[in-house]
């Protein structure tokens, strides 16, 4: 089975992501490093059972010799919601049951923080870029217990895709989350919802 671990909000420079988030949930972010593999860096926030991870290149570090994970190498715009990201417990046979590109494991670390992640060879997952991200943590360490408590929830977050259901139908056997829907639109799009100290507060 497959369970939601965190979302990312992406952004041409992190400070800028760091600044729309925050002004969107009105809390401050904490936490978060750098990805020297895939010369990125990231700030954090909890959301009790999972977390948002902001996440941008790393102008300090080299360029990376493969794509950035979340296709992020063609990212352009406004800060926004661009992934999804699932944890299992066996990545290899998370990635064989799911659509060809969803990726090759990669390990990683990061302090006590040691994982392994699916990235695709061109950076860009199924869908569009709408596939979840597969991820396995390994050892008991996890951002979302060591982040700062906050009394920020997802509640909803919504997957708008023009093949809304084969996306639904590639993910039904082996993901349910009643906060996760899958609607059917022209466009593509990620929307949350979140319950904040300041009321209900989106992030698109």
């Known amino acids: 089975m497959l ?14 992501g760091v600044a ?10 904490a936490g978060g490093g750098k990805h020297p593999l895939m010369a990125t860096h990231n700030r954090l926030l909890s959301l009790g059972d999972l977390y948002l991870e902001v996440i941008a290149p790393d102008p300090d570090a080299p360029r990376p010799d493969r794509p950035r ?5 063609n990212f352009t715009g406004f800060p926004r919601l661009t992934n999804w ?14 659509p060809p590109g969803t990726g090759t494991a990669i390990a990683f670390q990061r302090g006590d923080y040691v994982w ?3 990235v695709p060879d061109d950076g860009k997952l199924p869908f569009n870029n709408a596939f ?32 809304a ?4 139908k590639a993910l039904a056997s082996r993901f349910k989350d009643p906060r996760v829907v899958f609607v059917s639109g022209s466009d593509q799009i990620m929307r949350a919802r979140f319950t904040t100290p300041h009321g209900t507060r989106y992030i698109t």
């Open 3 to 16: 369970q939601l671990d965190h979302l990312a909000v992406s952004a041409t420079t992190l400070e800028e």
């Open 20 to 29: 729309a988030v925050e002004s969107a949930l009105g809390v401050p972010l």
């Open 69 to 73: 994970w979340f296709d992020m190498d």
């Open 85 to 98: 990201i699932c944890r299992t417990d066996d990545l290899a046979q998370a990635i064989a049951a799911s």
């Open 116 to 118: 392994q992640m699916a």
């Open 132 to 163: 979840p991200a597969l991820i396995q943590w390994q050892g008991p360490h996890h951002p979302a217990a060591a982040l700062p408590k906050s009394d920020v929830r997802l509640t909803r977050l919504e997957i708008v895709h023009p093949e």
């Open 165 to 168: 259901m084969a996306l639904r």
